[in-house]
Structure formats: C-alpha cells, structure tokens
C-alpha cells in the first residue's frame, strides 16, 4: 500500500496489492483522472494516458492548444461552464448569480490511517498501517472557496474511500448547489449497469442494463435512502458475472436522499458521479464555514461480482460496524408483531415469552403499542411513556419478567415521526415538517418530526434515555415508517430551506450517535418500513437492519440475494414467520423458512403457542442448528451461486474462515414433474482438502465440489436428510460440508 506523488510530473499514485489509482495535475491547474483498476506498476510519467486531441465543437481554455479541451478530458471534481459540458461534480452559486468555479491545484498531504467525518457516517480504520489517506486541496482564487478532496485506500482491500469537504475561504457568502461526494471518469463505455431497485415489501432487486449514451441514473427524493433504489450501483464488463470479469462497484455511505449516475458522453467516455441528489439541495456557506459530503466507496475487483460482494462484506462488516456487537453473534430473537399487533397484555407478552424461552430463543421484542394512547396506528406516537392499560408495571417491570425467564429484552420505537393525536403534537405543532399555507400529507396516520432543529432531537433523545436507562432494554428496533413530504423547516430562513434534508438526515445520525455512546452494549436494529433505509450509513450505528418487511420465505430469496451485492449477512434482520405468510398469504413449509432466515440474523415473527407439537420440535431443533453455526453464517465467507432471478432454483453458500466448514442453502421454488438432473459449482472451498456432506454421508475434495459441482437432484440425499422425497412446492435443503 502506497501513496506516491511525482512531483516533476504532477502524478498521483494509489496502490495495494491489488489496484491502482492514477490522477495528475493538468496543464491547466485542475486535476484529472488517468486510470483506476487492476495493480499497475508505477512511473514518473503517466501522461500518455490522457488523450488529447482536436474535435470539432469543442471549447479550449488556451487558445494556442486546439487539442485540450474540458468536455474530452477526464476530470477528478469537474465544474460545468468552461468547456465540460457534462454534468459537474461540483456547482457554487455567488453573490452575483455566477455558478462558474475553477478549481485549481493548491497543494496536498498524505497521513496514515484514516480520519474521522464530522457527523457523518464512514469507514474508519483501527490502526494506523490499515490505511493512508491523500488529501488533495483545489481552490479557486476569485471566491475562496476550496474543494478538499479525500481518497483513503486500504492495505487490505480492493477499496479506495472518498469525501469532499467544500470550504469557503472567501469573504462573501455562496450557495453550494450540488457537492458529489465521488466523479470518475473512465476512458470508455463498455459497460453494464447494475442496480438494485424494488418498492415495498420487494427491496433490492437486481436490475441489469447495458450503458448507452446519455444519463443512466438512480435516485431517491424522498428524505430516506428508500425502498425504491438503494445508494450502491456497480459497472461490469458485459462479459462479467458472478465468478468472473471486471467489475466497479460505488457505495454511498448516507442515508438521506441520494444520486448515483453514469453518463456517456459523444466520445464514449462514461462519467460517474455519486452523493447527495442536487435535487432541491441549496447549502449555504458563510465566510470560515466548511460542508462535508458523505463517503462514497470504490470496489475494484476483477473476480466478477462475488470478488465485489466479499470486499464490501468485509469492510463493511469489521470497517463500517462498530461497537459492542459487531463480532459478536447476534441473539436469537422473537418478536411480538405479527402474532398480537396492537392486542396484547403483559400478561400475554409472557405467554409468548415463554413459550419462545422452552424452545430456546434468547431475546423477546416488544414491537409497536406499548406507549401513550398507541390502541392503533392513529394516536400516541411521540408520547414515549408506557400505556398503564397495556403493562401496569411499565417497561421495567415487563423487561424484569422477561428477565426471569433467562431471556433478553428488547423495545421497537418510532422517534422521528408524530401523530397529531398525541401529547407531543399538542404541546410542539411547530415541530414538524410542514410548508406554510399548504396541507400537509400523512402516511400511516403520521407526520415527520424536524430533525434538523436541535431541540426536537435533544427531546426525543431524552425520552428514548429515560426508558432506555430505566428497565433492562437490550436491543431496540429503530423504525421509520414514512417519506418526507412539504419539506419546510420553522426554524430557518428562507434561503436555507435547501439544507432541510441533509439537515435532517444529521439530526438522525447524532441521536443514533448519543444513545449508542451512552447505552453501548444495546443492539440497535434499523428499521425503515422494514428496508426503506438498508444502507451503509445506518450500518455505522446500527449493525443489522431488518432486510424487508415481506417474510415470506420465497420472496426474501430475491431480497436477500440483492441484498448480498453490497451488504453481509450479519447485517440482514431475516425471521421465520407465520403461514400463510401475512404479506403474500403463501404457505410455504417452515423447514424453509428457516432454511432463508438463517442467512442473516436470525429469529421468529409469530406466536410459538400455536405451533403443533411436531411444528415446535422442528422450532427446537432449528435453533440448536442456529446456534451451533451462527458464527458461520453471520461472519463466514458468502458466495451466491444461483440467481432467483434467473431461473425455479437459488443456490448460494457461506463458507468459515478457515474453510473447513460449508453451507449450502438449495431452494427450489415449484416443483417440476420428471425435472432434469442438477449440479452447481460450489466457491471458497479449500481444493486439497477432503469435505463430508451431511445429507448424503459421502466425501468430496473441494476441487471436485468446485469443479465438477454438488449434485443437488440425487434423491437419495433428500430422503437422508429429511426423512421423505421432496414432492412439493418451496423445498429447500441445506448441505453441510466439514473437512475431515
């Protein structure tokens, strides 16, 4: 790992052991980019990789040199209005209304390890040889106004970080319009553009499409990252999959509303740009202020996409993660939701509890109604007291017979959102995000609390303390159940409405920070809707997520499979729930619904006192298995090896540390009459070494199960490992493999 500048040539070196980043200063101050990609060796002078050339149209800033133009170099944090033409990574207005920069070299230095972001999320390291950080400040005279440009690469991963700090030096105030955290310029086209997309209840679905000139883009303008697209976007070669072919992958590490975006320009040169969406963004910079961007994440790896997957799994699981839990395996959880909703006593709360304690589970999770006037979803959000009427002891006195059973207690909130029937609304209308004059929308019979303004937070971190520090609460389910609509502030002025957003998302980021620094061995889970907030930024606070509030075994193969692109498995919330499920009322067998949740963290969304006898020994038998392996699954190595969106089968796999242990989770989704033979290539193993297959008793090396494959249609092994021939719909087995 290295950082070279030379200096006679105004170059940039970046380097692992595995990619290289290339940048220089160009003739006309501004910095521009030369290569990103697979380990280079290094030299003074890369020079001949920026193409110059005379076209036709083009816009010159020296009139002498007709070949150097703006709008045909690649460019490291472009402006738009001296001759690129291509949307900028940067827009400052000023006082007079001009919105042109020029942003020149001004200088640079290199530290080890990695520093910290004011109030944002981010990567960090523990050491200071993990990493070494380059940070390179761009100014442009007329305003005094500095771009700083910060790229960490890490010595262990395929991997550079990077933020931009926008500081205004100058002596007039300006209006910063758009502030990407990340551009790249690549010197070509030929590229696929992977995202992952969905709406609710369908999170993160893989979308795939070639690149063409003009703007490929996603987005969100809703206030969260969304169920809609999520904040990570990868450019293949079109010959690249799973297990082969060079891929790019971009993560913003932010939670608020975002764009990613690629651009290919006439000459087939393909921009990409990442950060904050500019939509509706207006930030303004007084004299001596500075903003700061979200990070955005580069992957490189030229071993397709699960080469990708595996470096954002380890950074961001041991690199991103923090605190407490983050190597700890996580508790094996029951929640109330679906089994009561909003009818519950304590008395009843018990009888679940410990009906789930004799099967083994080790953390109960009292969901939504337990506070103010909360009969339904139309009253008592914000009013974080207990309702006597549901525990006449109150939160202490439930988590303390929670507690005696030998379990763990856990407590859902809502703290950003109101329902005008509450205490808090009557005491603080004006604490809610409403425009003037306008009617405001509601979802779920609730509006959006002003997270930008500091008292709210200072309230409602309060409220969430005084519970948190009086009962024995071990986990929290964090919840987010609605957009941002009429996006207006009562506490700043007009020519600061354009920083609500981000104003927002920060608010949001330091109550998580507070509670987390003063209750740190609580397990927060994140929750948006289920997965309207699956992002990297709420990993930095909260180390699971819960994936989707769709648990139907069937559709969280889709789920979790997208999911896995850029996120671990010790990140996904993924329960075994009720049949027929309640979002698709599908009947699905509960072998397989175990066999999807255990690929993440683990627990149960229903009543156990329910369940049959012969229901509740599987329950039994699943969580000894979950136990016994959930190290494995939540920390080891993830490898997808068959799509569900391509084909009735999904087959992927986790693999330990040391490779002597693998799971192999196999899912088919109909059954088929007289269906044809099937094998699928395992990943990870070690080949020297020799594996028994605990369905089928026999012994494999793992070059055999990696070259020629596991036969997954022997219906010998199904018989061995179930006890019965698979005959029906939404099967599933599960094939563990131990070195001997």
């Known amino acids: 790992m290295g950082i070279i500048f030379h200096e006679k040539t105004g170059t940039f070196h970046l380097f692992n052991d595995e990619i290289s980043y290339v940048m220089t200063v160009l003739q006309n101050g501004h910095l521009g980019q030369l290569y990103y990609g697979q380990r280079i060796h290094d030299r003074e002078d890369f020079s001949h990789l920026q193409e110059k050339t005379f076209r036709a149209m083009t816009a010159c800033p020296f009139d002498e040199d007709g070949t150097f133009s703006l709008n045909l170099t690649r460019l490291e944090y472009p402006v738009y209005g001296s001759g690129d033409f291509r949307y900028p990574a940067v827009e400052v207005a000023q006082e007079n209304g001009s919105t042109l920069s020029d942003f020149v070299f001004a200088g640079y230095s290199v530290a080890p390890g990695k520093p910290r972001l004011p ?34 690469i890490f010595a262990r991963y395929p991997a550079i970080a990077r933020s931009v700090s926008i500081r205004n030096q100058g002596e007039s105030a300006v209006h910063l319009k758009r502030a990407m955290s990340l551009c790249l310029d690549l010197p070509d086209s ?62 913003l590490v932010y939670s608020g509303s975002f764009r990613l975006s690629a651009e290919v320009d006439a000459y087939d040169t393909t921009r990409l740009l990442a950060g904050i969406n500019p939509f509706g963004f207006d930030w303004k910079l007084e004299p001596g202020e500075r903003f700061q961007t979200p990070e955005a994440v580069l992957v490189y790896s030229d071993e397709g996409l699960n080469g990708m997957s595996q470096t954002f799994h380890r950074l961001y699981r041991s690199r991103l993660a923090r605190g407490y839990w983050r190597d700890r395996p996580r508790p094996i959880l029951i929640n109330n939701w679906e089994a009561t909703y909003f009818d519950f006593t304590e008395d009843r709360l018990i009888e679940i509890a410990s009906k789930a304690k004799e099967c083994g589970v080790e953390l109960f999770v009292l969901d939504d109604g337990w506070f103010g006037q909360r009969c339904s979803d139309h009253a008592g959000l914000g ?138 061995e609580v397990l927060f889970e994140s929750c948006a809707s289920g997965g309207a907030r699956f992002d990297p930024g709420m990993l930095y606070y909260a180390p699971q997520c819960w994936t989707s509030d769709d648990s139907d075994a069937v559709e969280r193969l889709k789920i979790q499979y997208g999911t896995s692109l850029c996120y671990p498995v010790s990140s996904m919330g993924a329960h075994v729930s009720v049949s027929p499920n309640h979002q698709v009322m599908r009947m699905t067998p509960l072998h397989t619904r175990a066999n999807v949740a255990y690929f993440g963290t683990f627990g149960y969304e229903l009543d156990l006192n329910r369940l049959s006898q012969e229901e509740l020994a599987q329950v039994r038998e699943q969580i000894a298995f979950m136990k016994q392996y959930r190290s494995l699954f939540q920390f080891g190595s993830f490898y997808r090896l068959k799509s569900p969106f391509e084909g009735n089968e999904t087959v992927w796999m986790v693999v330990s540390e040391d490779k002597k242990t693998a799971i192999v989770g196999w899912y088919r ?30 012994s494999h090396y793992g070059d055999e199960l990696m070259h020629c494959g596991l036969i997954t249609s022997d219906p010998l092994s199904a018989l061995i490992e179930t006890g019965r021939l698979e005959q029906g719909d939404f099967e599933s087995r599960l094939y563990i493999l131990k070195a001997e």
């Open 190 to 251: 030929g590229y696929h553009w992977l995202q992952l997309s969905g709406a609710w209840a369908r999170e993160r679905h893989i979308i795939r499409r070639a690149l063409t000139p003009g703007m490929t883009a996603i987005d969100s303008t809703r206030g969260a990252s969304s169920h809609e697209q999520n904040p990570f976007a990868a450019l293949l070669r079109a010959d690249a999959g799973e297990r082969q072919g060079e891929v790019i992958g971009v993560s």
């Open 119 to 152: 109030g944002l999320p981010a990567t960090y390291t523990q050491e200071e040889g993990e990493a070494e950080t380059l940070t390179v400040t761009l100014r442009d005279e007329l305003t005094g106004v500095e771009a700083v440009l910060l790229y960490t």
């Open 383 to 520: 009013d974080w007291v207990a309702n006597p009427r549901r525990l006449a002891n109150g939160v202490s006195g439930l988590a303390e017979r929670v507690e005696a059973l030998g379990m763990r207690f856990g407590l859902w909130f809502e703290p950003e959102m109101v329902n005008e029937d509450s205490d808090l609304y009557r005491a603080h209308p004006d604490w809610i995000l409403r425009t003037p004059g306008r009617r405001s929308s509601v979802g779920r019979h609730q509006l959006v609390l002003d997270f930008s303004r500091r008292e709210v937070v200072d309230y409602i971190h309060d409220s969430m303390a005084a519970i948190l520090g009086g009962a024995k609460v071990s986990y929290v389910k964090w919840d987010m159940n609605r957009y941002i609509t009429e996006c207006y502030s009562a506490a700043l002025p007009a020519d600061r409405q354009g920083e609500v957003f981000h104003r927002y998302i920060l608010g949001v980021y330091s109550l998580y920070e507070r509670l987390r620094e003063e209750f740190p």
């Open 669 to 698: 989704v109909l059954n088929q009459a007289n269906k044809s033979f099937g094998r699928v290539r395992l990943m990870g193993l070690d080949p020297a070494l020799e594996y028994v297959n605990s369905a089928t008793g026999r």
